[in-house]
């Protein structure tokens, strides 16, 4: 028995939502039905291309695509332009951009946008956007490499005169050290002599008054042996004395001689 088949055209089947791995898709290869997995049907993706720019002259809405395209007309102004209206007036407040008309009050003020949302962010940039916005050193005249190595050049200069400068003192005060150094050495120089001299002195003094010493030493024995000498020959005058006797009177016996003498 023959198998037996529906036939469904697929331009009659309803249109699928969001596909998954889960689901099956069903393809005619070689003449013959097989199934795929979705991801196997997906491409490689595609170039986003460069942001699209919008602008406005005196006549025309412009377009261009990226920051290096050129301008081109994309609207006449003046196919949009509707009946002359009443004359608007703006203000700022806090940061908004407000309108009303001229002929309603203040109270009538409306925000038109904030501006923040006109502020461009560096995300907002494609990579070759982002490239132009680099700074090359090879970009820069001699005078813009001049300007910012200014800083370090004057840095450099006022460190090489503060070096000068120390370099210069200290050469006073090696200099005055070198002198005072000599100074010292001349005192103490002076120093020795003196205390030598002194040392000379103090040996003279001490031998004057060693040989002071020694002669007076040397007279006392030679008064004492005077006054011996004196003593022995009054003894043996009074023994003669005695003997022949002088006028009827006699010297006592025991009558010595005595001298006193300066003591130096």
């Known amino acids: 028995m023959a198998q037996e088949f529906d036939i469904i055209r697929a331009n009659l089947l309803p249109a699928a939502g969001t596909i998954t791995d889960s689901d099956m898709i069903l393809i005619i290869q070689g003449g013959k039905p097989k199934r795929a997995l979705p991801s196997a049907m997906k491409g490689k993706q595609g170039d986003p291309g460069e942001n699209v720019f919008l602008g406005v002259n005196t006549t025309h ?15 006449e102004l003046e196919k949009i332009r509707g009946p002359r209206g009443e004359k608007p007036v703006f203000r700022k407040l806090a940061g908004t ?3 009303k008309y001229e002929d309603e009050p203040d109270s009538a003020y409306r925000s038109i946008f904030d501006r923040e949302e ?10 070759s956007e982002k490239e132009l916005l680099k700074l090359h050193f090879s970009d820069l005249t001699e005078a813009d490499k001049a300007e910012l190595m200014k800083p370090a050049t004057d ?59 020694e002669a007076e030493s040397e007279r006392e024995e030679n008064v004492e042996a005077t006054i011996g000498r004196l ?21 006592p016996a025991n009558m010595r001689i005595r001298m006193s003498l300066p003591i130096r």
């Open 231 to 251: 003593n022995s020959l009054s003894d043996h005058r009074d023994k003669i004395v005695t003997v022949t006797g002088t006028a009827g009177m006699k010297r």
């Open 97 to 99: 951009l407000q309108l």
């Open 155 to 213: 840095a450099a200069k006022d460190v090489r005169k503060k070096m000068d400068a120390i370099t210069e003192e200290a050469g006073i005060l090696k200099t005055d050290l070198r002198q005072l150094e000599a100074t010292v050495e001349e005192n103490e120089e002076q120093r020795i002599n003196d205390y030598s001299r002194w040392q000379a002195a103090e040996q003279v003094r001490e031998n004057a008054e060693q040989a002071r010493r």
């Open 61 to 75: 809405i412009l377009w261009k695509q990226g920051v290096g395209g050129s301008w081109q007309n994309l609207l």
């Open 118 to 127: 006109l502020k461009m962010k560096f995300s907002d940039l494609t990579l």
